[in-house]
């Protein structure tokens, strides 16, 4: 049927009174059991996201499943806001709670009215290029698919991205991008959003609510599943400082502007002779002999071809202690280290990503190539090397596939190996 949309004609908060519409929009949601928050009404508590699990309508009422139990001391009345997509419409209504049916399935009354959900309903913040804040994200699928591109912007509820490509995660082979890829509804059970302010990583669901095409550009946006609380509280604080932080650099440019408050303490040289706590530590660390012990005797194989990448980091393991290190070209030379005999296995064999990228090939193409070789090694610890940590590796990253980056300074990538083999623990 032909469902209303908000316009000149209809305004966002005139009520949609229609059964027959009401109807059909709770048919809808149970027969395609597309999932949707719901809401204690003036509250500000976390959303619940629901099913439809059945309909009754001798009561007019429904059976919703939710992925959390609601609370035991909960009375029949409760209001709720529901906040629901039908095709290419979202609208949101008023429930009320009548009882628990079984472990998390609770009745409730069939909505009266619809209006036309708020789409701002929380502040968006948008995002730049330049600040490098990052999205990627798999729909769960066979052979499945992933995105990735910078962030748009964020709120609360979801997010929107600039979708720069888009991957099958079963041999990283890159399709062409086109807003035909993404449903409305879909699911993206894994969203990785990365360099939010003070927030390195944070991994949520979402549902596809848009893809549109600005330009040559395609934006998606997705609206997140049920967020726990600290999930919400880590979102929160971001983006209330990332607010912050906007503010005080708008001020700071007016005030710079205007010269007004402009002074020089001189403070930055402070931090440049008095040491960090940290770099005691790791002064400490490099200059204990157990320390040095651990890194001398740890048995590492380095599998790799003559290139930059296996070169910087042979030299960088022998200067910083790790002198057990046996270099090979492929993988069968790697195990024929150990097997056939009664010697102990490796400690850790790295693999250089170069191994298998061709040309301009994806990154997870490669990974899913070294991926199959490292598996033959058995239950040998392994780890991927490579130049820079391109966000898709991980959109289908295996359990068990683990990556370091040996770009810039030695001691960054080598205090993640020292941690990663557990180098230090117990030197105190």
Known sequence: MNW????????????????????????????????????????????????????V??????????????????LGGAVFRMVF????????????????????????????????????????????????????????????LGVAGPLVNICMGGLCLRVDRVLKLDDGIRIPVRTALFDRGSSFPRVRIQDLPRLPLIEVSGRVTHSSERGSEVLLGLDFGELSEDQAR?????????EKLFQSRSGAAHSES???????????????VVPKEEDRVKERETSDPLFLLQRKTAWLVLVGQESALTKRCEQGLWNN??????????????????????????????MDLLLARVGDEEPLAAVRHLERQLASL???????????????????????????????????????????????????
């Open 4 to 55: 209303p949309k908000a316009g000149k004609n209809t305004g966002q908060d005139e009520p949609i009174e229609d059964p027959q519409l009401l109807r059909n929009a709770m048919r809808q949601l149970l027969e395609s059991e597309t999932e949707f928050p719901i809401k204690v009404e003036g509250t500000s508590t976390l959303p619940y996201a629901s099913t439809i699990q059945s309909l």
């Open 57 to 74: 309508p001798e009561t007019n009422e429904l059976i919703l499943k939710l992925v959390r139990p609601l609370p035991h001391e909960l």
């Open 85 to 144: 997509a039908v095709d290419e419409q979202r609208y949101e209504s008023l429930i009320t709670f009548v009882q628990r049916e079984a472990y998390l399935q609770y009745r409730f009354s069939q909505p009266e009215k619809l209006v036309f959900a708020d789409r701002r309903r929380h502040k968006r913040f948008p995002f730049r290029p330049r600040e490098n804040a990052y999205v990627i994200g798999s729909d769960g699928g066979i052979p499945g």
């Open 234 to 242: 880590m979102i929160g604080d971001s983006l209330a400082f990332r």
């Open 258 to 272: 205007s010269g007004i408050g402009r002074t020089d303490t001189g403070s930055h040289t402070r931090d440049s």
């Open 321 to 350: 202690g790790y002198h057990r290190l046996d270099i090979v070209r492929d993988v069968e030379a790697a195990k024929g280290l150990w097997e056939g005999s009664n010697k102990l296995k490796p400690k850790l064999v790295m």
């Open 378 to 428: 058995g239950d040998v610890p392994t780890l991927i090397l490579c130049e820079e940590l391109d966000p898709t590796m991980l959109l289908g990253q295996s359990e068990g596939t683990r990556f370091l980056a040996c770009k810039g300074d030695d001691s960054q990538w080598i205090e993640s190996l020292d941690s990663l083999l557990e180098i230090g623990m117990g030197t105190d």
